[in-house]
Each structure stands twice: as structure tokens, then as C-alpha cells.
């Protein structure tokens, strides 16, 4: 059973395109969040969700739009694309924002951009 | 600008060894620690998490902990080639347990 799933796990597209990419966990978890690792292996937080509600907004371009329609699911929509938007994606799951080391990530989604 | 810094690597050690990793970090009001461990294409994943000064230690790691120099650091134990992956170090800095702040990770390289 897989704890956090994410779909697609490759995304090859266009520059000026939108894509979407889902999360789900079964974890129980009441947070949720998503990173960008780049090139370098950098990882960086980009969003958090506690409950269906946005607590962390980190400085990303508005063109990517995170959406929790409840919080099994945390979904990230991209309008858009650049090719700097290359890089993998990971979303993420918590028990609850006190608990840290609850941390489980997903397999990640593979970006890229020509 | 919080940081948190890391030595790229690779650091490479012989099977048996003992892999030593650090980390420091630039914001005092920091929390909470971890080493993530992530091996080529996969995610990362939770060895360790350390909240006070000190040691902790789980199995064949230890973590380390001195707020007043802000560095924490990692070390392996009887190291072996399936430990070899890259080691994120993570930092919360605020009170909500959330605000996740990653290192660039070190790449460890474990010799047979």
C-alpha cells in the first residue's frame, strides 16, 4: 500500500504549456506539502497545507497553484511552463505540524521542460 | 537569508569506517534537525531527527547537536556500501513544525 502517491511520475511537455501533477496519501496525515528539487539536488519547500489550509507560501512564481480539495489530496497546477521549471517534484506528508518527523515523502514527479 | 550549509563531497571512506557528516545552519531560532538520506532517483527519507543539544543515537548513526555553535552533524558507524547515497540535513525554523529548510546534501561514497 502505498503511503504518498504521486501521478504522473514523468511529465515530459512543451514550453507555455499547463500541467497538473496529484498527490495522495493514506497516512492519515493532516499535512501536506510540495518541493522542487533541481538540478543540483537542492531541495526547497515551495507549499504547505495543514488541514486543507495554506500555512507555508514560500517565494515561487504565481504561476504554480497548489489546491487541497481535502487533505488526503494536495494537487499542484503549473500555468505556464518555463524551461526553468525542469526539475522533480516531491509532495510530502505529516501527521500533523507538530510532528516533523512524521515527514514522509512521495516518489516524486519527474518535470521536464523543451 | 536563512542557510543551511553542507559540504558538497563526495566524501568517500572504506566499508567499515566511520563516515562523519556535518552540517551548520545561519538562524539561531531554529528548532528542530534531520538527516534525510537519498539515494540516486529515489526520495529522500528520515534516519534521524534531534531536537536537543547533545547525542542521539539509533543503531549505527548518531546525531549531534550544539545549538551554540549551530552545527549538527551526523555520524555512521561500521559505514557500509549501502549507506552510500547523499545525506540532506533539514532545519525548521519556526514554531509551527512545518518550514522545512534543506542543505544541498552531501554525497557519501562507501568503498568495498
Known amino acids: 500500500d502505498t503511503a504518498v502517491s504521486q501521478t504522473p511520475k514523468y511529465l515530459v511537455t512543451q514550453m507555455g504549456n499547463d500541467k497538473s501533477i496529484k498527490c495522495e496519501q493514506n497516512?492519515?496525515?493532516?499535512?501536506m506539502y510540495w518541493y522542487k528539487q533541481d538540478s543540483k539536488k537542492f531541495l526547497k519547500i515551495m507549499f504547505s497545507?495543514?488541514?486543507?489550509?495554506?500555512?507555508i507560501n514560500e517565494t515561487v512564481p504565481n504561476r504554480f497553484s497548489p489546491k487541497s480539495p481535502d487533505k488526503a489530496h494536495l494537487n499542484l497546477h503549473i500555468n505556464s511552463l518555463e524551461l526553468g521549471d525542469s526539475a522533480v517534484y516531491f509532495c510530502?506528508?505529516?501527521?500533523?505540524?507538530?510532528?516533523?518527523?512524521?515527514?514522509?515523502f512521495g516518489p516524486g514527479t519527474r518535470l521536464l521542460v523543451l | 537569508q536563512k542557510e543551511v550549509e553542507q559540504n558538497s563531497g563526495p566524501l568517500s571512506v572504506p566499508e567499515g569506517a566511520i563516515a562523519s557528516l556535518n552540517c551548520t545552519y545561519s538562524?539561531?531560532?531554529?528548532?528542530?534537525f534531520f538527516w534525510y538520506r537519498q539515494y540516486s532517483g529515489k526520495s529522500p527519507e528520515l534516519i534521524m531527527s534531534?531536537?536537543?543539544?547533545g547525542d542521539k543515537e539509533d543503531g549505527r548513526f548518531t546525531a549531534q547537536l550544539n545549538k551554540a555553535s549551530q552545527y549538527v552533524s551526523l555520524l555512521i558507524r561500521d559505514s557500509q556500501p549501502s549507506d552510500s547515497a547523499t545525506y540532506l540535513c533539514?532545519?525548521?525554523?519556526?514554531?509551527?513544525?512545518?518550514?522545512?529548510?534543506f542543505g544541498p546534501g552531501t554525497r557519501l561514497s562507501v568503498l568495498p
Open positions: 510530502a506528508s505529516s501527521q500533523d505540524r507538530g510532528y516533523p518527523e512524521t515527514q514522509y
Open positions: 497516512l492519515g496525515h493532516d499535512t
Open positions: 497545507y495543514n488541514n486543507k489550509e495554506l500555512i
Open positions: 538562524d539561531r531560532g531554529s528548532q528542530s
Open positions: 534531534i531536537y536537543s543539544n
Open positions: 533539514a532545519v525548521i525554523l519556526d514554531n509551527y513544525g512545518q518550514n522545512f529548510v
